[in-house]
């Protein structure tokens, strides 16, 4: 098992700037891929950002990229959302998950996370 924890979100202007944390424990020696996910009211969840063990890489959607970036602390077992020049429409509660199996090219699909945290609500007024 795998525990998620996220903090950092909250209520800013746009323009402004925030990071989440997400603090993983338990077996994370087995999460191979972690990713960012965002859902506002009345959607779906959607893809932000991820990291993948294998090769390193990092992911991110067309929409934040440019603006946001992801980021690991291994010895902390934590990762980091930088969200820059936020935006109304980045308007969503933010979740953390870890998959335990790296499916390749299917990092932006939530299907393939094993576990999720709790969320944390990101507000961004106009």
């Known amino acids: 098992q795998v525990q998620l924890a996220e903090s950092g979100g909250g209520l800013v202007q746009a323009g402004g700037s925030l990071r989440l944390s997400c603090a993983a424990s338990?077996?994370?020696?087995?999460?191979?891929?972690m990713g960012w996910f965002r859902q506002a009211p009345g959607k779906e969840r959607e893809f932000v950002a991820a990291f993948r063990r294998r090769g390193g890489n990092t992911y991110l959607a067309d929409s934040v990229k440019g603006r946001f970036t992801m980021s690991r602390d291994y010895a902390q077992n934590t990762v980091y959302l930088q969200m820059n020049s936020l935006k109304p429409e980045d308007t969503a509660v933010y979740y953390c998950a870890a998959a335990e199996i790296d499916y390749s090219s299917t990092y932006y699909s939530p299907n393939i996370y094993d576990y999720w945290g709790q969320g944390t609500q990101v507000t961004v007024s106009s």
């Open positions: 338990g077996r994370t020696f087995s999460t191979y891929v």
